[in-house]
Nanobody, 117 residues
């Protein structure tokens, strides 16, 4: 069983920064992809950023140039540095971990990010 726990959400003013962390534990083996998705009220869940085991990254169009994803393979942890935040970034941010050989990935419980105007 894989456990995924996010931390670092909170309330920030427009233009501010936050750093999210996500740690995976349990029967991990080799992690293929670690990713951050977000879901705003009334909207579909969308990709914010992802990073593979070899360091390849991918970003959603709305966060490019402002968010940076990184990972510490030794700690099975992924980070999301969010800069220049605006109210449109308000959402629940979910961590997703895909293990090699596992059919499905594992989601975290989510962490709320609220950006005030």
């Amino acid at each position: 069983q894989v456990h995924v726990v996010e931390s670092g959400g909170g309330l920030v003013q427009t233009g501010g920064s936050l750093r999210l962390s996500c740690a995976a534990s349990g029967s991990i083996g080799s992690i293929r992809v670690m990713a951050w998705y977000r879901q705003a009220p009334g909207k579909q869940r969308e990709l914010a950023a992802s990073i593979t085991s070899d360091g390849s990254t991918n970003y959603g169009d709305s966060v490019k140039g402002r968010f940076t994803v990184s990972r510490d393979n030794a700690k099975n942890t992924v980070y999301l540095q969010m800069n220049s935040l605006n109210p449109e970034d308000t959402a629940v941010y979910y961590c997703y971990v895909k293990i090699i050989g596992h059919i499905r990935g594992t989601w975290g419980q989510g962490t709320q990010v609220t950006v005030s105007s």
